[in-house]
């Protein structure tokens, strides 16, 4: 049976301005910079919030209205999900999904009946990936719901609930080498505190890290070889949760040796509630060698809570691509997942299809924009003439090594402070932010 009152995704091109079923700039095998858009983008659909979230918010039930609610026998509906999934990736056109255990079947009594109920529906999942190619791009295991999870998993004082999340964690894995998943990713949705009074940071921070250690040796231990990732959020649900940001993630993974087996999985809402664009996430991964993989949403700048919203920001999309198209890929293993959904008030089943033609465009839009600019060294040329100093004279020096505090204390004591404003110049930002413009403007009006 068909769910979906809805025929595939076609490409529409620009001449009609007016949204529809239909995708403006979005070409799967358009050749970009060298690699077909589908390669740079590798768009990705989240389980959770397409097919199980049902728009509900702190003031409010949910709203959703979807085709299979029909059924329901939580197993049954379980099932039915799959079968409506798989023909929604078909009609929108993507390669990849992603998904929490807890997103495909409901819990058990016991972890032995909760696994028993996953591995019927990740049964169906293997038999559709075998006649539609579709690839898991990430699983991971939901710590963070189950009220047994108040007070984290892998950091929760209590030493059961660190051996039932092991556990939980365990059987995910497993499923990840089913499922053929390229990347695991890990996102500490309660691993932090809502005071210090009564928390010992360091001890829950090292046991956090042993977690990690662990998940990595089992994956090893299986044959699991997947990309292992940590998600950086500042806020929400706990009021300081240990992965911040990507600087501080990073820091952490450093100070107890995960960086080598594990890399940064970033979303555009959380770079936004931790004070950072997007882009700077982005931009602090890559130069760090640890840029993973993308979930691609945005926030309300109004609001100041996570509310995954489908990107729709040109400007944003933009930003983010020039720093992938630097770093010539997301990573080998990467890729854009919408961890995104609609607003409440848009309920009705085809609203999930605009939501995500919208952020497959904005993304492709900013690809094309990204790629033009590029191309045209506009940034780095900018960058270049505004670090001219270094390349010779004092600043050579500098840049070599060979300049000490004494060679620079020599250098510079004696010279007036005329002459110390006049060597620096207006870096004319703003003419910089109205190219960016005219770039978006005028590559998307070809």
Partial sequence: MAYWNVDKVPYVGTSDLKSGLGFHYYQPDKVVAGKKMRDWLRFSVAYWHTFDQRLVDPFGDGTA??????????????????????????????????????????????????????????????????????????????????????????????????????????????????????????????????????????????????????????????????????????????????????????????????????????????????????????????????????????????????????????????????????????GPRGGLNFDAKPRRSSFEPNDLFYGHIVGMDSFAAGLLVADRMYQDKVLENLKAERYSSYKSGIGAEIESGKADFKSLEAYAIDKPQSELIAATHSDHLEQVKDTINHYIVDTLGK
Avoid at 87 to 111: Q, S
Avoid at 113 to 133: A, P
Avoid at 166 to 183: D, F, M, T, W, Y
Avoid at 245 to 263: N, P, R, S
Wanted: with cysteine.
């Fill in 65 to 330: 209205q979807r085709p299979y609610d029909k059924y329901t026998d939580p197993m049954d509906q379980a099932l039915a999900k799959v079968d409506a999934a798989f023909e929604f990736y078909d009609k929108l056109g993507v390669d990849f999904l992603c998904f929490h255990d807890r997103d495909l079947a409901p819990e058990g009594n016991t972890l032995r009946e909760t696994n028993k109920n996953l591995d019927k529906v990740v049964d169906k999942i293997v038999e559709y990936q075998k006649t539609s190619g579709m690839k898991v791009l990430w699983n991971t295991s939901n710590l963070f719901t189950n009220p047994r999870f108040v007070e984290g998993a892998g950091t929760s004082p209590y030493a059961d609930i660190f051996a039932y999340s092991a556990a939980q964690l365990k059987h995910s894995l497993e499923i990840g080498k089913r499922v053929g998943s390229e990347n695991y990713v890990f996102w500490g949705g309660r691993e932090g505190y809502e005071s210090l009074w009564n928390t010992d940071m360091k001890k829950e921070q090292e046991h956090a890290a042993k977690f990690f250690h662990m998940a990595k040796d089992y994956a090893n231990e299986i044959g699991f070889d997947a990309q292992m990732l940590l998600e950086p959020k500042p806020k929400e649900p706990t009021t300081h949760q240990y992965d911040t940001d990507a600087a501080t993630t990073i820091a952490f993974m450093k100070e107890y040796g995960l960086d080598k087996d594990f890399k940064l999985n970033l979303e555009g809402n959380h770079a936004n509630l931790a004070g950072h664009t997007y882009q700077h996430e982005i931009k602090t991964a890559v130069d760090a060698g640890l840029l993973g993989s993308l979930d691609a949403n945005q926030g309300d700048k109004l609001i100041g809570w996570d509310i995954d919203e489908y990107p729709s920001n040109l400007y944003e999309t933009t930003a983010a691509m020039y720093e992938v198209l630097l770093n010539g890929g997301i």
